[in-house]
């Protein structure tokens, strides 16, 4: 085996990672070679050629497989943009360990059918080769993997270096270099995947929440001191749910039947309520989540805004919940699913919520397709609340919507199934037991001897087909309403961002509301 056996593969495995990278960014088009924009991914391949030899011993074997990792990670980008309309950020590798423990969320829309069989076929090609292909001499496999791990421990350390404290005035250069402006899209189409995370990494590290820029505090930082606020007597509960994937969507698709959303048309006409512009489509819960409960947007956050929780789960935050807390109420969390995800476990207590009912707490709930039913968590909101004393805010995050949409999940429940079993009829069956829910939740509030206020909105869009489609207004945004068992809140439909939902409905329990008639 020569040296020339060695490079052509490298060179083509390279070659494939800055082709598909600038194909990939497309305001990348008639621009020269950069240092950073193409030679990141063609470190990264390198390295992987590298060490794959130093384990085969098989060239060719290596630069395919290399070639086809970058092809791999060129269709696992376009296929989030297509379906969450954004491309891989750096704070989504902090999601693969949720990846691997709940690949129902993910799967199906990384890994559709088409990508499967051709991943398939491709790993028996590989495997076919790796018997026709003789291995190289052991000389040349050590020393293949000398000059990879030296050049990758190089890398390491100074990649280390930038991301230290010790490093800031390097990386803040890098930075500068860069220019990333945070916007995923654009900073990916002009510098593609690698320098683009690679700029959002160092930003991440050595900018947010510093010296006036956007980003939550870095750890140590003093929190503010909650100020409450004055309630009018008797304080009513509060009741807000976040439930998942809930929108309007016969705003989308006019042949969805009109009464789909009965009693959040009753609950508007009665209340208040409009279009909740949540940014993100299909996806990203807790940046919806993050923004309700802290008053914070994406333009307050930075890089934050990718995944708000990987700083929050380290550090308290201020919160509606501590304001509430601060005001005399009891705060509490429930949502049926495990408290690790999204590092829920660690979040919602930082965020002052004294008590958090996750799925050990729903053991017996009835479930509804493979998760807890949102009529389930109807009840539970509705039983703390009658054994409360005092004043308590509730906030809810329901789980049975969740997608796929699949018709395997129709036959674990006893509710009578759609008609039909496609994506579009299952999530419809969906939607209508989570309008039932904010049925039940205002029958059930206003039964209670303490007046309450009830607050809802969708996390985001349902990824279906003909949804948030080119054109429409508004794609991306869900909806919300806020309703008073006491009534006298009717108003005009108002458009609002997550960030701004806190304060209506501080606004909503600081003013007096008449009684409703009996």
Not at 181 to 206: P, Y
Not at 480 to 509: H, K, M
């Amino acid at each position: 085996m020569t040296f020339l056996h060695v490079l052509l593969p490298l060179f083509f495995a390279v070659g494939c990672a800055v082709w598909l990278h600038r194909r990939d960014a497309v305001a990348m088009a008639g621009r020269g070679l950069d240092p950073y924009i193409d030679g990141l991914p063609a470190a990264v391949t390198a390295v992987g050629y590298g060490l794959l030899l130093a384990a085969t011993g098989r060239p060719l074997l290596s630069g395919l497989c290399m070639a086809g990792g970058a092809g791999l990670l060129f269709v696992l980008n376009r296929l989030k943009e297509r379906f969450f309309h954004e491309p891989i950020v750096f704070l989504d590798f902090l999601l693969l360990g949720q990846v691997v423990r709940y690949p129902r969320f993910y799967v199906p829309y990384l890994f559709p059918a088409p990508v499967v069989a051709g991943g398939a076929v491709v790993g028996l090609g590989l495997a076919g080769l790796w018997l026709v292909e003789p291995p190289g001499a052991a000389w040349l496999r050590l020393a293949v993997l000398a000059a990879t791990a030296g050049g990758t421990a190089t890398a390491w350390i100074r990649l280390r270096g930038l991301l230290r404290p010790a490093g800031r005035d390097r990386a803040l250069s890098r930075i500068a270099r860069l220019g990333p402006t945070l916007a995923a899209k654009a900073d990916f189409a002009r510098l593609g995947l690698f320098a683009s995370m690679l700029g959002h990494g160092l930003w991440h590290a050595h900018v947010r929440g510093r010296d006036g820029h956007p980003g939550l505090p870095p750890a140590g930082s003093d929190l503010p001191r909650p100020q409450p606020v004055a309630i009018r007597e008797p304080a009513p509960h509060l009741v807000l749910v976040q439930a998942e994937s809930f929108f309007d969507i016969r705003r989308h698709l006019a042949a969805v039947p009109a009464d789909v959303l009965a009693h959040l048309d009753r609950l508007r006409a009665d209340g208040q309520g409009g279009r909740f512009l949540v940014p993100t489509h299909g996806a990203y819960t807790m940046r919806t989540e993050f923004s309700v409960l802290t008053g914070l947007g994406p333009g307050d956050l930075g890089t934050d805004a990718f995944n708000p929780y990987a700083t929050a789960s380290r550090q308290p935050t201020a919160s509606l919940a501590r304001t509430l807390r601060a005001s005399g109420y009891r705060t509490t969390c429930l949502h049926p699913f495990p408290a690790t995800f999204f590092r829920r476990d660690q979040v919602i207590p930082r965020l002052g919520f004294e008590t958090f009912e996750s799925l050990p707490h729903f053991a017996d709930a009835p479930r509804c397709g493979p998760y807890v039913s949102d009529a389930a968590l109807g009840a539970r909101i509705l039983d703390r609340l009658a054994a409360s004393a005092g004043p308590q805010f509730v906030f809810a995050i329901t789980i049975e919507a969740h997608g796929p949409w699949t018709a395997d999940r129709l036959r674990c429940c006893r509710d009578p199934k759609p008609a039909r079993s496609d994506p579009l009829s299952v999530y419809l069956w969906h939607l209508a037991h989570m309008d039932a829910l904010f049925g039940d939740l205002a029958r059930g509030l206003s039964g209670l001897d303490r007046p309450a206020i009830l607050c809802g909105y969708g996390d985001h869009v349902a990824g279906l087909p003909g949804v948030g489609r080119p054109g429409l207004a508004d794609p991306t945004a869900t909806d919300w309403f806020l309703w008073d068992s006491r009534g006298g809140i009717p108003g005009p439909e108002r458009n609002l961002l997550p960030e701004e939902l806190g304060a209506e409905v501080l606004a909503a329990l600081r003013e007096a509301r008449p009684a409703r008639p009996v």
